[in-house]
């Protein structure tokens, strides 16, 4: 009987599986409109502010986690393209929120719809139960990463 992998031997293929399949989805997204020249980089920054509304800079690259630097660049960008605004803090005269636009609101909608139609193609032969025990299983990784990462005070990479 062939011994059961171990469980850091798991999380090396899952991880390595989740790389790919990112990397998988931003080919097939990009010439359907669904990734930028940003990467994911654009729409997880905006679906962040979609959902836990205006943040400044530091707060969204400390949610991701990421460089402030590569959000800043983000956020400006976005700005120019007027899916995002920059607006005054009452909690700090110098830190501005970033704040979705009302066309920031309808292009992040645009590509989440997109990603969810592109997306029935790729788990038609999967359970709802398998998706969702894949998503909880994740969300805990992710949980116990970002609780090292503030115990340990550690600094994200600036990924340019």
Not at 75 to 96: I, M, T
Not at 99 to 119: F, H, K, V
């Amino acid at each position: 009987m062939a011994k059961a992998p171990a469980k850091s031997d798991m999380v090396v293929s899952v991880l390595a599986e989740v790389g790919l399949t990112f990397h998988r989805m931003r080919t097939v997204g990009r010439p359907r409109g669904a990734v930028t020249e940003w990467g994911g980089g654009l729409f997880a920054m905006l679906r962040t502010l979609a959902v836990e509304g205006a943040m400044t800079v530091p707060q969204i690259a400390r949610t991701r986690p990421v460089a402030r630097q590569r959000i800043q660049r983000l956020a400006d960008d976005a700005a120019k393209q007027g899916l995002v605004e920059f607006v005054d803090n009452p909690a700090h005269k110098r830190s501005k929120l970033v704040r979705l636009t009302p066309e920031g609101q309808a292009w992040y909608e645009d590509r989440l719809e997109l990603i969810s139609t592109m997306s029935e193609d790729w788990v038609k032969g999967i359970s709802a139960d398998a998706l969702e025990t894949t998503l909880v299983t994740l969300q805990a990784m992710g949980s116990e990463l970002m609780r090292t990462i503030e115990e340990d005070d550690l600094q994200p990479l600036d990924e340019g």
